[in-house]
């Protein structure tokens, strides 16, 4: 009896056979998304976006510093020649590039090719150049349409490549986090050294950045988000307008004040979070002071 029962519960302890495979189509839940292909997508849009700023800020940054040394050691005609332009400004943008990319934990290898991607364009273009077959501004032009493709394969060649962990002093930190502010500073950092008075006209673009970038965001259908942003347009217009009128040093003034009140503008911006991203507005607020100041200080100098 004990045999029959044993033998018994070993048939139905048999597991099942295994479903034959089916075409029926996978559930919802388990279809693949294309969530990791935009989000590489936008790692990459990001960290090339990042090397404009940091080549951008390289060549405002030492662009004067190179201008004072060539007038002080009597080489400012060396420097005017088109090829050495070129090398210079290639370097101004390497150096701004190697000191983000390091920022960045990024190895030195990524850094030595996206270098080269800098140099190569300017350096395989100066054959023709020095052969008259390419003028000064064919040379300049060509060189930079020729290191966006490059910089794209560097990008794309590193982009899966992943950084060891940095401890950065807390003072670095902080400076990172206030880029707005420093690329702000670097984009007047010239004006101080020649200071003047900009255009009248020049007030319209204040008003005119946030509605396009409102529109581009689709951050303008709030309530009474787009009204305010008309309002501010139509107020520097009728303040453009007002300057463009009077002329002269009541122009200016008005042209001062215009930029200095809209980093008022950009500060209720900043902390409303609603149109522009917080940088943006940060960024701004800093360039509008700063411009202002720069106007205020070529005024009273005129005076004096």
């Known amino acids: 009896m004990e045999k029959t029962q044993m033998y018994a519960d070993s048939l139905t302890a048999v597991p099942s056979p295994a479903p034959l495979p089916t075409d029926d189509p996978a559930p919802s839940g388990a279809t693949p998304t294309s969530a990791a292909p935009t989000s590489s997508r936008r790692r990459l849009l990001w960290h090339l976006g990042e090397m404009a700023l940091a080549m951008v800020a390289g060549m405002l940054l030492l662009g004067p510093l190179w201008e004072l040394a060539g007038t002080a050691v009597g080489g400012g005609d060396a420097l005017a020649r088109p090829e050495v332009a070129a090398l210079v400004m290639a370097t101004n943008m390497t150096v701004g590039m190697t000191v983000w990319m390091r920022f960045r934990a990024q190895h030195w290898r990524a850094v030595g090719e996206m270098a080269a991607a800098m140099y190569v364009p300017f350096l395989v273009l100066l054959v023709p150049f020095w052969a008259g077959l390419l003028g000064a501004d064919g040379l300049l032009l060509g060189g930079h349409l ?46 101080w050294v020649d200071p003047g008075v900009l255009s009248p006209w020049t007030m319209l673009v204040l008003p005119g950045g946030y509605l396009v970038i409102g529109m581009a965001r689709r951050t303008l259908g709030g309530r009474g988000v787009l009204a305010t942003q008309l309002a ?64 205020v200080l070529a005024i009273l100098t005129t005076d004096a």
């Open 232 to 295: 501010g347009l139509a107020g520097w217009v009728a303040l453009t307008l007002v300057a463009v009128l009077a002329g002269g040093r009541t122009a200016d003034w008005l042209v001062a004040f215009g930029w200095l009140a809209h980093a008022g503008w950009d500060l209720a911006h900043h902390r409303d979070r609603r149109v522009v991203p917080r940088g943006y507005a940060e960024f701004c607020a800093v360039l509008d002071v700063a411009l202002a100041a720069v106007m």
């Open 146 to 191: 020729l290191m966006v493709p490059a910089m794209v394969l560097v990008a794309v060649r590193h982009r899966h490549e992943t950084s060891p962990p940095v401890r950065r002093h807390p003072v670095v930190v902080a400076l990172a986090h206030r880029w707005p502010t420093g690329l702000a500073l670097l984009l007047t950092a010239d004006m």
